[in-house]
C-alpha cells in the first residue's frame, strides 16, 4: 500500500487513537512510562499491527525494518508525523521522538532503548527473529505460526524461559468477548463433560498455483535478506507477496498452521491442554497440485485424540458441508465447537452459537473467571511488558498449539496411516524415516540464528 493511502486508511484509526486512547496505568519500562516498541515486517499483516499499536498511547514506535525499502520508509515517515501531531496536543502526556527506517533487522535490534518487537514477517522468519530480539534482551509479539518444525518452536521457547522475556503469540481470538466466552462455557462444564471438539479454517482450493517463471528482483527489495535461513530459490512474481509467504513450503508449512493456529488456540484453551496436546493422529489431506509454486497442504481432515479421552476433529473448510452444515446456523469458513455430554457451544469471529441459547447469557464477577481475560492483544501483551505478568496467548501455548499443525502436516505428508505423539516428552512415538525427516530444517548461513 502506497503511503498516501496508507495514512488515508489509518485517518480515522488515528483519530480515535488521539482522542480515546488506550490507556494502560500501570509504570512502564522507559522512565516516562512508555514502553519502545520496534517493527520487523510491516506488510499486510504488519501494518495493520502497527496501527493497533498506535492506538496505544504509552507505546512509542521508535524503529522499522522490511526488506521493501518503500515499506520501511514510508510506515517510519507515517509514525513519525502521529508522533508529532500528538507532540503538538498539550492534554497527551508523554512526549514522542522520531521513527527509524533501520536497513537491517540487526540495527534495530541494536537499539539498546527498544523494549519490544512486533514480528509479523513471512512464518520463516518468526522463530529465528523472536530469537534474537529476546536474546537481544527484548520482549516480542509474534504473529502465528510459531516455526517452520515443531523443534524451532522448542529452541524459542528454551530462549523465552532462559531470559525471562514476555511474548505474546498473534492468536488474537482469546483476546475477543466471545471465544473467551466459549472457552469459559467449556472449562465450566456448563455444556456437560467435555467430550469432542471440532476445528476448521480455511484450506486453499484455488486452480491458481503461482508462477514459477523467475524474474528480476525488484529495486529496492532486498530478495536475500526475505528469504534469509530459507533456500535460495529464484524470484519469481508471487513468491514475495502475502500468498506466496503462505503457502510455499520453503517458507511456511501451509494454512494448516497459519490459519489453523486460530481454531487450535481456543480449541487448546477450551481443553485446559496448553501444557499437552493430542497423543493421536490420523487422518487425510492434499497438497497443492504439481507444477505451481504452492506446494504446502491445502486440505486435510485430521481426527485427534487426547489423553483425557477428549476427540478433536481438525479440517479444513472444504469439508464443512460434511460436518459443520447440519448442526450450527451461519456456519463461518473457520471455528471451533465443543461439544460437552450435555450440548455444544460454537465460536467464530462472527458470532457465537449453542445448543442451548440461554447459555449465552453467562455473566461472571470480574475477577472470578476461570479463563484468562484480556479485551485487547496488543495492549494486554504491552502491559505485560510492563509488569513482567504473563500475557494471555504465552510461548508454552503456542508451542503446543503449532505442534497440532506439525503433526497433522507430518502424519499427511509422510503418508502414514496413524501417528501417535508423547505430549510428555514431545516426541513422536516410533516415527518412520520420512516423518523423522521433517522434524528438521537446514537454515541458511549467514541467517542460521538458530
Ligand atoms: N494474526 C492474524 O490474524 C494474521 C493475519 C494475517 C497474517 N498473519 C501473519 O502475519 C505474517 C505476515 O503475513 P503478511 O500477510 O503480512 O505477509 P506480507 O508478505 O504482506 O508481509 C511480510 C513482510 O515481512 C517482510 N520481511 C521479510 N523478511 C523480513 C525480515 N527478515 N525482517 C523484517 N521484515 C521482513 C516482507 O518484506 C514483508 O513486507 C504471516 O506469518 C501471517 O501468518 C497473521
Not at 488521539?18 to 512502564?28: F, H, N
Not at 512474481?237 to 494448516?256: L, P, Q
Not at 487422518?283 to 485427534?304: A, K, R
Not at 473448510?317 to 450435555?342: A, C, M
Request: charged fraction near 25%; charge should be neutral; proline fraction near 6%.
Amino acid at each position: 500500500m502506497k503511503r498516501r493511502q496508507f495514512i488515508h486508511n489509518t485517518a480515522r484509526g488515528l483519530a480515535v487513537g488521539m482522542v480515546a486512547p488506550y490507556i494502560l496505568t500501570s509504570c512502564g519500562n522507559s522512565s516516562d512510562g512508555k514502553v519502545n516498541v520496534g517493527f520487523l515486517g510491516v506488510g499486510g499483516r504488519g501494518q495493520a499491527l502497527l496501527k493497533h499499536f498506535m492506538l496505544l498511547d504509552d507505546v512509542q514506535v521508535l524503529g522499522i525494518y522490511d526488506p521493501f525499502e518503500d515499506r520501511r520508509n514510508d510506515r517510519a515517515v507515517w509514525v513519525s508525523e502521529v508522533h508529532e501531531k500528538r507532540n503538538a496536543n498539550k492534554d497527551i502526556k508523554f512526549k514522542y521522538e522520531k521513527c527509524m527506517a533501520h536497513d537491517s533487522y540487526a540495527a534495530l535490534l541494536d537499539d539498546k532503548r527498544i523494549d519490544a518487537v512486533v514480528i509479523a514477517t513471512p512464518d520463516h522468519w518468526h522463530v529465528p527473529l523472536s530469537y534474537a530480539a529476546v536474546d537481544a534482551g527484548k520482549d516480542v509479539y509474534v504473529e502465528k505460526p510459531l516455526g517452520l518444525t515443531i523443534e524451532q518452536g522448542q529452541i524459542l521457547r528454551k530462549k523465552v524461559h532462559e531470559k525471562k522475556a514476555i511474548l505474546q503469540y498473534g492468536t488474537q481470538q482469546r483476546s475477543n468477548r466471545n471465544f473467551w466466552l466459549a472457552a469459559e462455557l467449556t472449562v465450566r462444564e456448563k455444556i456437560g463433560k467435555l467430550e469432542r471438539i471440532d476445528a476448521w479454517c480455511p484450506g486453499q482450493n484455488r486452480e491458481y498455483t503461482g508462477s514459477t517463471e523467475p524474474i528480476p528482483v525488484p529495486g529496492g527489495f532486498d530478495y536475500d535478506v526475505w528469504l534469509g535461513p530459507a533456500p535460495v530459490t529464484p524470484y519469481t512474481k508471487d513468491r514475495c507477496t502475502s500468498e506466496g509467504s503462505w503457502y510455499v513450503y520453503d517458507n511456511a508449512i501451509g494454512f494448516i498452521a497459519g490459519w489453523g493456529a486460530h481454531p487450535l488456540d481456543i480449541a487448546q484453551w477450551g481443553n485446559q491442554s496448553d501444557d499437552s496436546g493430542p497423543v493421536k493422529y490420523r487422518g487425510t489431506g492434499s497438497l497443492f497440485p504439481p507444477g505451481g509454486l504452492f506446494d504446502t497442504i491445502n486440505d486435510w481432515d485430521i481426527h485427534c485424540e487426547y489423553a483425557n479421552g477428549v476427540k478433536m476433529h481438525f479440517f479444513s473448510h472444504q469439508h464443512i458441508p460434511e460436518y459443520v452444515g447440519d448442526y450450527r446456523p451461519d456456519v463461518k469458513l473457520h471455528g471451533t465447537t465443543f461439544w460437552g455430554s450435555n450440548g455444544w457451544v460454537s465460536v467464530d469471529r462472527a458470532g457465537i452459537h449453542a445448543s442451548d441459547p440461554e447459555l449465552l447469557k453467562f455473566t461472571i464477577e470480574p475477577g472470578r473467571e476461570k479463563c484468562y481475560v484480556s479485551t485487547h492483544h496488543q495492549g494486554n501483551f504491552i502491559e505485560c511488558v510492563k509488569s513482567r505478568k504473563q500475557p494471555i496467548c504465552t510461548i508454552d501455548a503456542a508451542v503446543r498449539s503449532d505442534t497440532i499443525s506439525h503433526l497433522g502436516n507430518i502424519l499427511i505428508r509422510s503418508g502414514a496411516s496413524e501417528l501417535r505423539w508423547d505430549p510428555e516428552k514431545e516426541e513422536i512415538i516410533d516415527p518412520t524415516p520420512a516423518m523423522k525427516e521433517m522434524l528438521h530444517r537446514p537454515q541458511r548461513k549467514p541467517y542460521d540464528i538458530i
